[in-house]
């Protein structure tokens, strides 16, 4: 089979969450013997930031304008079998108007960014990577999030055929390494800084580190501001590449995981640092969600908290609770939740759309 994607990015993992579920899945899809085709536009902040040149099993096309590439996307898309446009994609009215028009036999819409979406529509914002005409055209529409989005998807845009496809970890980059003392901590979190996540990350990291001042917390991630609530005993990584994060992880005793607002409100929206922390062997304490439970048993494959006293007794817990925690969700992800697992997911939800 052949896939031609056009997507937010792939090439840098900076500030975004796109990249390395990207990564994971095209390699995937290429072991299994697909072509994959990624057109991806050239932004200034990601060409700074770029940690990926070009993709060693799959096509990464860079480009300054779609005027550029729409004879190329045309020819891809032509020869292709299944088309995909993705939230945030800079040119994905565009790029959606070249698959409708063409004659690929699977049109597909992959919203990374469902509840924002979904949240945007609701307050009668434009959503710039949402085609005027909504979903219904698409032959396929698939989601990040699961539960009820799936529905405001049909309800909202018109979606007819809608799947989840979440996130994933891809086991030959998240691993357990050694620990690596750069990293070491208590406590970490890794994760863009975001306004709605802002209150959470409050209440289950700063607060515990206040009241923890002989532990050490770390956090890594790109966007944080000057003004933003920092302490003594925490650190700060600016932004970690992804093939560090195995040694990020496993120099910590917990990883925290932290939902921002609206995709925590919709649920069943697990945050692919969840599964690459687990797959790494650390264990993992998260807000709660609806739907956490499919992914992740709490108390034996996850912890999970509600306030900063949670944290705290959990970071106290011995190495070797933690230890049983951590193994337990490494064999969940490993049997679960790969790129692998995902990429059949993908492909099974490909044939049945055509």
Known sequence: ??????????????????????????????RAGHDVVFFEQDVSYYATHRDLQHGSTYDLVLYANWDLIRQRAWEEVASADSAIVTSYCPDAVPAAELILNSAVPVRVFYDLDTPVTLERLRRGEKVDYIPPYGLEP??????????????????????????????????????????????????????????????????????????????????????????????????????VPPPEHPAFYCSSNLTLSVTRGAMAEMGYCPSGRLFEAAACGTPVISDYWEGLEKFFEPGKEILTASGPTDVTDAISLSPDELGQIACAARERVLAEHTAEHRSQELLRALEAAA
């Open 1 to 30: 089979m052949k896939l031609v994607i056009f997507g937010l990015t792939i090439s840098s993992s900076w500030g975004n969450g796109h990249a390395t579920i990207w990564r994971g899945l095209c390699n995937a899809l290429a």
């Open 138 to 239: 698409f032959d396929l529409v698939l989601s990040y999030t699961g539960g009820r989005a799936l529905d405001e998807l049909r309800n909202a845009l018109g979606a007819r055929n809608v799947a989840p496809l979440y996130g994933s970890a891809d086991p030959d980059l998240h691993q357990p390494v050694a620990l690596n003392p750069h990293y070491f901590s208590h406590l970490s979190y890794l994760g863009t800084y975001a306004p709605d996540r802002q209150a959470a990350l409050e209440r289950l990291f700063l607060e515990p580190a206040r009241r923890s001042p002989e532990r050490k917390f770390l956090i890594g991630g790109a966007l944080y501001p000057e003004e933003f609530p920092w302490s003594n005993n925490v650190w700060f990584v600016r932004h």
